[in-house]
């Protein structure tokens, strides 16, 4: 496994796999890895012959107040990570290397905006949180020229912006989506959870147990929008060390939060703060047929 630093080695140890007919596979990450994130390694594995990590903590999609500075920078472990599920190239740049042009100037043209579908939840939580993400993250893409890019469900805000953005502006980059790691209590493997104390740690389980409950309400007959956020809600009630910032359901399809005569796939989106640590989570949910819906029917 190579690691590099800098845009020129990436380009040649990109250009040679390409030489050698492989597809080149990404993972975006900020480092700190997890299991999490090495099951998004062996997703792109999967799909393509050549696997390229990047590990940059983006300063641009942290807010004032937040941890940039106290994130967890680890790229020597990270890196003994990464080798021992094979990954082929570890990508490590500088905020220079990613953002300024030949003469260190930062290239202002390469800021991207989220639009509509980053204002609410997390982009209403951290304003211009998104915009930096998808920044770098068009960036990394033009750097690396992946062929396949694999993004973790449990940010499924981000997820859903970097689809629009690649439908957009990378027609022929495949975005693939890859499941939540949960720890064996059910918590949503994030490499914020080294932050938590033994006693958040407990108290950030009943984030996947809320979303549990929810799921649950989901499959009685004639649950509806309300029924479900009401068993989630429950649940959180019960726990007010955990301080929600936002439980939600909204349409798979648009990011928006969906009407109580909704059928169809949705998405459970619950964020909490735990002491100083923020947390997400989420959960897909299929609502059949409401109430709600089967008396609208019988109209
Ligand atoms: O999900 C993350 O770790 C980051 O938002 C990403 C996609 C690596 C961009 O910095």
Do not use: C, W
């Not at 998104?130 to 068009?138: E, P, S």
């Not at 409950?213 to 004639?222: K, L």
């Amino acid at each position: 496994m190579q690691i590099v630093h800098s845009n020129a080695e990436l380009a040649e140890a990109v250009a040679n796999a390409r030489a050698q007919g492989k597809r080149i596979g990404f993972v975006p990450t900020m480092g700190a890895l997890h299991d999490g994130h090495l099951s998004l390694v062996r997703i792109a594995q999967e799909q393509a012959e050549f696997t390229v990590v990047s590990i940059f903590v983006n300063p641009l999609q942290f807010g004032a107040g937040e941890d940039f500075e106290k994130y967890p920078r680890t790229l020597e472990s990270d890196a003994e990570k990464l080798k021992t599920v094979g990954a082929d190239l570890v990508y490590a740049p500088s905020a220079r290397e990613i953002y300024a042009d030949e003469s260190g100037v930062i290239d202002q043209s390469v800021k991207q905006s989220a639009g509509a579908a980053g204002q609410g939840f997390e982009g209403a939580i951290r304003p211009g949180h998104f915009d930096g993400m998808l920044t770098v993250v068009a960036r990394l893409f033009d750097l690396v020229k992946p062929d396949v890019a694999v993004f973790g469900a449990k940010d499924a805000q981000q997820l859903f912006l970097v689809r629009q953005l690649a439908e957009r502006d990378y027609p022929s980059l495949a975005i693939v989506k890859a499941p939540i790691v949960r720890e064996p209590s059910g918590l949503a493997m994030s490499s914020r959870n080294r932050y938590l104390s033994a006693s958040e740690h407990q108290t950030a389980q009943s984030l996947s147990r809320s979303l549990r409950a929810g799921e649950a309400a989901s499959r009685v007959a004639g649950a509806s929008a309300s029924s479900v956020l009401a068993a989630a809600q429950q649940v959180m009630a019960e726990v007010p060390e955990a301080k929600l910032d936002y439980l939600a359901l909204v349409d798979q399809s648009t990011f928006a939060p969906v009407a109580e005569d909704f059928a169809g796939h949705a998405l459970l989106l619950i964020a909490a703060r735990i002491g100083t640590t923020r947390l997400l989570d989420n959960q897909e949910i299929v609502i059949e047929q409401p109430t709600t819906s089967l008396l609208g029917a019988r109209e």
